[in-house]
């Protein structure tokens, strides 16, 4: 049973470019969400997706942006980079939409390093 | 304004021993509050979460215990192991919906052979 899987585990860019990461769930779950995780610090909620759509957004600016596609997998793009995006971005599935209850879980991450 | 604390960047503990990790919120609508530990280089990996409506829960080696009115809750590793080294995250959820968990800076467990 295969995990959460992201892509890429490293990449390295310049500011003002643009990236997408890209997310696989776990089996079974429908719902993708994605944190970034600056040095030091726990993981902050970005925003969520079900049914394709944004369900919830934290207190990120609208540089952020996402996607869902039919087969629950996800995308992440930052435009604009600025220094300060340089983060670890986690995605994290969970069971389907609206269960009470239950964990995140996550994959192991993007490390985006801005410069 | 951070929701959820962890005031302890650092922990070092002696195999064998007790290990606890305390965690604070603010919200009050706080209901469901998980344990999360994090390796180097992988994602968080979940550990044990409690209910809003129970004080303790058990799993293993593992407990955690909540006391709403103190808005803290603590992890207990009992007993500890090298194996448990590691950076630990407090989360805590508003409601059942969205599952938009608030997590804390992180507690680093040293467990000393």
């Known amino acids: 049973d295969a995990g959460v899987t992201q892509s890429p585990t490293h990449l390295i860019k310049t500011r003002g470019q643009q990236v997408t990461l890209r997310c696989s769930p776990k089996?079974?779950?429908?719902?993708v969400s994605w944190y970034q995780q600056a040095l030091g610090q726990g993981p902050q909620f970005i925003f969520q997706y079900y049914e394709e759509e944004e369900r919830q957004r934290g207190n990120f600016p609208d540089r952020f942006s996402g996607h869902q596609f039919p087969n629950y997998s996800s995308e992440l793009n930052v435009n604009a980079l600025l220094l300060g995006d340089s983060a670890l971005y986690l995605c994290a599935s969970s069971l389907p939409g609206g269960s009470q209850g239950g964990e995140l879980f996550f994959g192991e991450g993007s490390r985006l390093t801005v410069l | 304004d951070q929701q959820v604390k962890q005031n302890s960047p650092s922990l070092s503990v002696q195999e064998g021993r007790i290990s606890i990790l305390n965690c604070d919120y603010t919200n009050s609508m706080f209901d469901y509050f998980l344990w999360y530990k994090k390796y180097p280089a992988e994602g968080p990996t979940f550990l044990i979460s409690?209910?809003?409506?129970?004080d303790k829960n058990e799993d293993g080696r593992f407990t955690v215990f909540l006391n709403k009115s103190a808005k803290h809750l603590s992890l207990h590793i009992v007993p500890s192991q090298p194996g448990d080294s590691a950076v630990y995250f407090c989360?805590?959820?508003?409601?059942?919906?969205?599952?938009?968990?608030?997590f804390g800076p992180g507690t680093r467990l040293s467990v000393l052979p």
């Open positions: 989360a805590a959820r508003e409601g059942n919906y969205g599952q938009n968990f608030v």
């Open positions: 409690i209910s809003s409506i129970k």
């Open positions: 089996s079974g779950h429908d719902t």
